[in-house]
């Protein structure tokens, strides 16, 4: 599935051009730039602008998974597809559909476990008569303790990102506490990598709330680092980095 193509290369690459997408997967520059616009549409990418043109990136993992979890539905002959579909009592399901009578529930886990699937599974199983959890690449293992619990959809977008993230000492020793408060006062046992997968859950759950205390984080292109970067300094010495599209791409 070519979405799926430029997501795990967007996701590996951080961002990239149309040109450089297209060369990545081996398709053309129409067909990408085709496939771009719908996942913008559908809040799955960003772009921002260079002085080379716009550069691609995942906005949105959730949404991504979800636009994914969609194109599969639509290949299977779904015509009519519900996204954030309210259920009876006020929860809200990713993906909604009806194939022959049989009503499916879909839900994005960008860190799934047993114990949050258990959960979902109390929670939807009233409503749904199938439930289908979509989640990142896992390991095998992982994957098929999670199917004994229901059905799992997962796509090659691995969240490589989330293997080399280093957590202020601060931060790691607040968690560290609630994950002592939990076993003391509650009596609550779970590893470190759950609660976080918890935490995530939660966050893109409440997208807005964590959307608006972004919007107030100082602004990439305000670090000195990156404005060097757009803006290099012309230092007097000819070279060809401006034919560098044409050396790698031919053009």
């Not at 398709?27 to 960003?46: C, D, P, Q, W």
């Not at 716009?54 to 015509?79: E, P, R, T």
């Not at 303790?145 to 691995?158: G, Q, R, W």
Request: glycine share 4%.
């Amino acid at each position: 599935m070519i979405e799926e193509d430029i997501l795990a290369f967007l996701n590996k690459k951080g961002n990239a051009s149309i040109t450089e997408i297209a060369h990545g997967i081996g398709a053309n520059r129409i067909t990408v730039s085709k496939y771009l616009e719908a996942m913008l549409n559908f809040g799955a990418l960003s772009y921002t602008e260079r002085a080379k043109g716009k550069f691609f990136q995942i906005k949105s993992y959730h949404n991504a998974l979800k636009y994914l979890a969609m194109k599969v539905l639509q290949s299977q002959g779904v015509a009519t597809i519900s996204l954030e579909k309210t259920l009876p009592d006020h929860s809200k399901i990713d993906i909604y559909v009806e194939k022959n009578g049989e009503k499916i529930g879909v839900e994005v886990l960008t860190m799934p476990s047993k114990n949050i699937i258990k959960q979902k599974k109390e929670l939807y199983t009233r409503y749904v008569d199938r439930l289908i959890i979509v989640t990142p690449s896992l390991p095998k293992v992982l994957k098929e303790e999670l199917e004994m619990e229901t059905e799992i959809l997962s796509f090659n977008l691995p969240l490589i990102q989330t293997k080399s993230v280093k957590l202020e000492d601060e931060k790691k020793e607040k968690l560290d506490k609630f994950l002592a408060k939990l076993l003391v006062k509650e009596d609550i046992r779970v590893p470190f990598q759950e609660l976080v997968g918890v935490i995530v859950d939660f966050a893109l759950e409440n997208e807005e709330d964590i959307i608006n205390r972004l919007r107030k984080l100082p602004s990439l292109e305000d670090d000195p680092a990156w404005k060097a970067l757009e803006n290099p300094k012309h230092w007097g010495i000819k070279d060809s980095s401006k034919r560098i599209d044409e050396f790698l791409y031919g053009r």
